[in-house]
């Protein structure tokens, strides 16, 4: 016990040492409150790759860090999820799933500088997407009988809740992503298989209430995201045999967890929509269209209505990049894609009126090697 206690405490002389090397980083044209982070999600030794970002939205990796766990392997989006790293509210922690081994880890975060502080079972077996609200962090499990289970994050530690582990709709739902509320009351996971979007509410113990289980409103539902008023954004894959026939929907959540659509399928013309996410101002969602390695722009409203940007498409990675999970800094400039299969980050610069420009990538994650998961601050 003393000794890991004296090298976690090592572990974090050697992390606060290293923060003087961007104390004058704008100097050299580094943003050093702002970071990138993937995961590798490699069997053997699953771990975290750390990219510096400059003030021009490049990236630099600056080093790996390991999870302690073992990820699932694989080629092309082995874990089918939106999620599996995860930043908290305020960036001062970074969550990432351990599909091989069933575990979860827990890193304090300064700049690009990771300190692994805690590593807890997942209750459950393959976990492949984690949230963040307040106190309280569930884990999806996708393996075995689908489920989610809570953890009080305390301190830089999680403490699993007695109880909280609820079931989803079926042993195979697929499960893909799970998203807080803004406010933390509601609870939601997509299901892939089902194509359904369960709710739940969030007891003030951190426990929930019984599964409400929603229909999406179109097929192919992958992905859950929430925009700063409330609006539950939701990625559609779209028809089969479609081509560019993805979508994305919006929905207010109801006290008594039903879904209402406020938009319905807008086309993102583009193929294999799987991923979203929002701009921290709440004005902007953004989807990752990995069969057409292109990226989709909308407006939101104020009551959650969709409206598609000028073109609908706003960004292009190469041809067959396989663009998975898409992250958009904290501070709302910039916008990276996880492109699995040439092995980069892409990187977009967000224009004013939300259109995307591209000003390059980043190299260093292997090619159709399993990465998944990508987290901005």
């Known amino acids: 016990m003393r000794k890991c206690i004296?090298?976690?405490?090592?572990?974090?002389?050697m992390a606060t040492a290293a923060l003087p090397m961007y104390a004058n980083a704008d100097d050299n044209g580094v943003d050093s409150a702002h970071a990138v982070f993937v995961m590798s999600n490699a069997t053997d030794r699953n771990e975290i790759l750390a990219y510096a970002r400059a003030t021009d939205g490049s990236l630099h990796e600056t080093h790996r860090f390991s999870t302690g766990g073992r990820g699932s392997g694989g080629n092309h989006d082995p874990l089918e999820s939106e999620g599996s790293l995860a930043l908290s509210q305020d960036s001062s922690q970074l969550f990432a799933v351990n599909a091989g081994s069933g575990?979860?880890?827990?890193?304090?975060?300064?700049?690009?500088?990771?300190?692994?502080?805690?590593?807890?079972?997942?209750?459950?077996?393959?976990?492949?997407?984690?949230?963040?609200?307040g106190n309280l962090v569930y884990v999806v499990n996708?393996?075995?009988?689908?489920?989610?289970?809570?953890?009080?994050?305390?301190?830089?530690?999680?403490?699993y809740i007695e109880n909280s582990l609820t079931f989803l709709s079926t042993n195979t739902s697929g499960a893909a992503s799970i998203a807080f509320s803004p406010d933390g009351q509601f609870l939601a996971v997509t299901?892939?298989?089902?194509?359904?979007?369960?709710?739940?509410?969030?007891?003030?113990?951190?426990?929930?209430?019984p599964i409400v289980i929603n229909p999406s409103a179109?097929?192919?539902?992958?992905?859950?995201?929430?925009a700063p008023d409330g609006a539950a954004i939701v990625s559609e894959t779209g028809p089969a045999n479609v081509p560019n026939g993805s979508a994305i929907s919006s929905y207010t959540i109801l006290p008594n967890g039903t879904l209402s659509a406020i938009s319905t399928s807008v086309p993102t013309l583009g193929a294999a929509n799987c991923w979203n996410v929002v701009t921290p101002d709440g004005r902007f969602a953004y989807v990752s269209n990995a069969g057409s390695s292109t990226i989709s722009g909308f407006a939101i409203s104020a009551t959650g209505v969709l409206s598609?940007?000028?073109?609908?498409?706003?960004?292009?990675?190469?041809?067959?990049?396989?663009?998975?999970?898409?992250?958009?800094?904290?501070?709302?400039?910039?916008?990276?894609?996880?492109?699995?299969?040439?092995?980069?980050?892409?990187?977009?610069?967000?224009?004013?009126?939300?259109?995307?420009?591209?000003?390059?990538?980043a190299s260093g994650i292997g090619q159709d090697t399993g990465f998944n998961g990508i987290a901005a601050n």
């Open 218 to 226: 179109g097929p192919g539902a992958f992905a859950v995201s929430f």
């Open 191 to 209: 299901e892939r298989l089902t194509n359904n979007i369960d709710v739940f509410k969030v007891l003030a113990d951190g426990k929930l209430l």
């Open 103 to 133: 575990d979860i880890s827990v890193f304090r975060v300064f700049g690009s500088t990771l300190v692994l502080s805690d590593k807890v079972l997942s209750e459950g077996s393959e976990p492949n997407a984690i949230a963040q609200h």
């Open 308 to 361: 598609a940007l000028s073109g609908t498409v706003v960004g292009e990675n190469p041809s067959g990049a396989g663009n998975l999970d898409i992250t958009v800094s904290a501070d709302g400039k910039f916008l990276y894609t996880l492109n699995s299969s040439n092995g980069t980050i892409g990187i977009f610069a967000i224009q004013k009126d939300g259109s995307l420009n591209n000003v390059g990538s």
């Open 142 to 159: 996708t393996g075995g009988s689908s489920s989610v289970a809570g953890f009080l994050l305390e301190g830089n530690h999680l403490r």
């Open 6 to 13: 004296q090298s976690i405490s090592m572990l974090f002389v």
